[in-house]
């Protein structure tokens, strides 16, 4: 694959000198960023990451500030989720729909005040959205994309490494809640998230110029940790069952049918309601499953491999790995009612040719 050209449009992050004198051997494109994809290999890296601690440039997840008299009555429009259940300290994921339930985003938000939030967006024009939704009804609102760099801090010795930096009050800061806290001269949202199963944090980094401060902080604490640079990582993330916008779950797919109906329980009239109400009510025609691909080990999943059954395509896969850990290639799929009971078996069309596949009970993780 040709080479990715950082631009003003491809833009680097606060991180990216940390990262590149880390070794960083591949990126990908995410919200017109940089995303780090690998260092040493995927499968060494999901095993580091299992056993000791990495720090992540996760600065991709751009934020949209949404500020303002009526900022909870934006935020109730664009979400199925009951925001106004949303304690002053937590985050909150707040599927994004258009009208038909279809996700556009599946944002984190982070409540910093009564009037203000902030959205922490996969990969996706989610600022515009919201803008044109603020426009059209009149709302008094200020939305923009802050000088927010998130900068994750994931695996087993999170915890360790993050006191050593932010103190031991970092241990009392509960699963998806956060504290700010003091870094040099100024402070930072710090909430226990981020895109593993193995535990951590992600650092809200106000103001680009303590990038490299807190990367360098955090490497000189935890080198008795085996602190490493590290990202997202495809094996650990499929195992753990964690969902990927744009490639396991798109606009074609509601919530409901992303195994995320828990998160539509608002009682306002939200975008998309009326669609997302019949799949609550009757059940969604095809949803996410746990799936292992039988065969040699898979490498990669560019594309969209569709799942078979007598020749009729019923599902499909978008992200699949081998496990070392499992000893089994891994995959996530979205499959149709008819066939996602566990124990399923159905064919599966990759680039690396037919293969049978099984539908799980549950994800490794």
């Avoid at 193995?198 to 602190?227: C, H, K, R, T």
């Amino acid at each position: 694959m040709a080479v990715i050209v950082p631009s003003r449009r491809v833009r680097k992050t606060p991180f990216s000198p940390g990262v590149e004198a880390a070794g960083v051997k591949g990126y990908t494109v995410y919200n017109h960023m940089l995303l780090p994809v690998v260092f040493e290999s995927v499968e060494a890296d999901a095993a580091h990451l299992k056993e000791h601690v990495q720090v992540w440039d996760v600065a991709v997840e751009r934020q949209v500030s949404i500020k303002g008299p009526d900022a909870l009555r934006l935020m109730k429009l664009i979400s199925p989720r009951d925001m106004d259940k949303m304690a002053p300290d937590q985050c909150y994921y707040v599927p994004t729909v258009d009208h038909n339930g279809g996700m556009l985003n599946d944002p984190v938000s982070i409540k910093l005040a009564e009037d203000h939030y902030w959205l922490s967006i996969a990969d996706g024009d989610a600022l515009q959205f919201a803008l044109g939704l603020a426009i059209a009804k009149g709302f008094n609102v200020e939305i923009d994309e802050p000088d927010v760099s998130p900068l994750a801090v994931q695996g087993p010795k999170a915890d360790d490494l993050m006191a050593r930096v932010f103190g031991d009050v970092v241990r009392d800061i509960r699963f998806f809640r956060y504290k700010r806290l003091t870094f040099q001269d100024t402070s930072f949202v710090v909430a226990r998230s981020g895109w593993s199963k193995q535990g951590g944090f992600e650092i809200y980094v106000e103001g680009s110029e303590y990038g490299m401060p807190l990367w360098d902080a955090l490497f000189a604490a935890g080198e008795d940790l085996n602190v490493r640079a590290g990202c997202p990582n495809n094996i650990e993330r499929i195992e753990s069952g964690l969902l990927s916008y744009g490639s396991d779950m798109r606009r074609e797919n509601t919530p409901v049918e992303c195994g995320l109906g828990k998160f539509c329980n608002s009682p306002e009239d939200y975008i998309g309601r009326a669609a997302i109400e019949v799949q609550l009510r009757d059940g969604p025609p095809r949803q996410i499953r746990a799936v292992a691909i039988s065969g040699d080990e898979i490498q990669s999943c560019t594309e969209g491999w569709p799942m078979l059954a007598g020749g009729k395509q019923v599902g499909l896969v978008a992200s699949a790995v081998w496990s070392p850990q499992f000893q089994t290639n891994v995959a996530i799929g979205m499959v149709d009612r008819s066939h996602w009971d566990a124990g399923t078996v159905t064919e599966i069309a990759t680039e690396h040719g037919m293969r049978s596949a099984t539908v799980q009970k549950s994800f490794w993780r």
